[in-house]
C-alpha cells in the first residue's frame, strides 16, 4: 500500500515539475505551508484564551454548589491540599507543575478540576477520585 501511495503521488510530481518548473512549485508550497502555519497560530491561541474554566476547591470556597455536587454525587466536604494548583483554567492548570485537569459531569454541565498529580501520574486527591 504504501509503495502504491508513492508511484500515484510520484507521477504528478514529476509531471507539474516539467510542466510547471521548481521555482513556481516551491513558491506555491510556500504559500501553502504560511497558511497551514497561520491557522495552527489561530488554534493554538484560541485553546489559550477559550480554556475551560476549573471549578475552585471546596478548601477555597468553604462550599459547593447544590447542582454540581448532586449531579456529579460528590461529598460537599472535600478538601485540597495542594494551593499550587488553585488556577482559573485548564491551560494554566497543564501549565502548574505537579497538576492535572481532568473533567467529569453528564449532559450540559461539565466541571473541571485541577488537581494535583499524584507519583504513579494518577490523580491521587481530590475530586476525580470520587
Same mark, same amino acid.
Given at each position: 500500500?504504501?509503495?502504491?501511495?508513492?508511484?500515484?503521488?510520484?507521477?504528478? #510530481?514529476?509531471?507539474?515539475?516539467?510542466?510547471?518548473?521548481?521555482?513556481?512549485?516551491?513558491?506555491?508550497?510556500?504559500?501553502?505551508?504560511?497558511?497551514?502555519?497561520?491557522?495552527?497560530?489561530?488554534?493554538?491561541?484560541?485553546?489559550?484564551?477559550?480554556?475551560?474554566?476549573?471549578?475552585?476547591?471546596?478548601?477555597?470556597?468553604?462550599?459547593? %454548589?447544590?447542582?454540581?455536587?448532586?449531579?456529579?454525587?460528590?461529598?460537599?466536604?472535600?478538601?485540597?491540599?495542594?494551593? %499550587?494548583?488553585?488556577?482559573?483554567?485548564?491551560?494554566?492548570?497543564? %501549565?502548574?507543575?505537579?497538576?492535572?485537569?481532568?473533567?467529569?459531569?453528564? #449532559?450540559?454541565?461539565?466541571?473541571?478540576?485541577?488537581?494535583?498529580? #499524584?507519583?504513579?501520574? %494518577?490523580?491521587?486527591?481530590?475530586?476525580?477520585?470520587?
Amino acid at each position: 500500500a504504501v509503495s502504491a501511495v508513492n508511484v500515484i503521488s510520484t507521477l504528478p #510530481g514529476m509531471y507539474l515539475i516539467e510542466r510547471l518548473g521548481r521555482r513556481t512549485l516551491t513558491l506555491i508550497s510556500m504559500v501553502g505551508i504560511i497558511i497551514s502555519l497561520v491557522l495552527l497560530a489561530v488554534g493554538f491561541h484560541l485553546v489559550r484564551t477559550k480554556s475551560p474554566d476549573v471549578t475552585k476547591p471546596i478548601s477555597t470556597l468553604g462550599y459547593m %454548589d447544590n447542582q454540581v455536587s448532586s449531579t456529579l454525587g460528590m461529598q460537599t466536604n472535600l478538601q485540597s491540599s495542594n494551593t %499550587d494548583c488553585l488556577v482559573d483554567t485548564c491551560t494554566e492548570c497543564v %501549565d502548574t507543575e505537579g497538576c492535572g485537569f481532568c473533567y467529569t459531569g453528564e #449532559g450540559d454541565l461539565m466541571i473541571g478540576f485541577c488537581e494535583q498529580i #499524584g507519583e504513579n501520574s %494518577d490523580f491521587s486527591l481530590g475530586m476525580c477520585n470520587q
